[in-house]
């Protein structure tokens, strides 16, 4: 099994900026891909951001847009997001949570029907963002 904790979230004015970060622990020899994903009040759990642990590939939710950047520090075990540019629509929970499944395309990762492929979520943190 693996644990995941996530940190970094908070209230910032829109236009601002939060890097939340995700401590990994546990059995992590299986664990092929990281994973962001949020929760709005009211909505359907929604892919953020996905990283391979093998090649780096990268996979983002169509709204980003580029303000979004997912990374990693192997040596802490640790998975990170930076957001910039928020806006109140990125006000949500926040997750992170890992995958054994050896590849999968942007869809199969963050698509809606991504819950199947991830496991270990962690408790979340909130992020919440003013105009």
């Known amino acids: 099994q693996v644990h995941l904790v996530e940190s970094g979230g908070g209230s910032v004015q829109a236009g601002g900026s939060l890097r939340l970060s995700c401590v990994v622990s546990?059995?992590?020899?299986?664990?092929?891909?990281l994973g962001w994903f949020r929760r709005a009040p009211g909505k359907e759990r929604e892919g953020v951001a996905a990283i391979a642990q093998i090649g780096s590939s990268r996979y983002y939710g169509h709204f980003v847009q580029g303000r979004f950047a997912i990374s990693q520090d192997s040596a802490e075990n640790t998975v990170f997001l930076q957001m910039d540019s928020l806006s109140p629509d990125d006000t949500a929970m926040y997750y992170c949570a890992a995958s054994s499944t050896r590849y999968m395309t942007p869809i199969e990762a963050l698509g809606r029907e991504h819950a199947r492929r991830w496991y270990g979520w962690g408790q979340g943190t909130q992020v919440t963002v003013s105009s």
């Open positions: 546990g059995d992590t020899s299986k664990v092929n891909w």
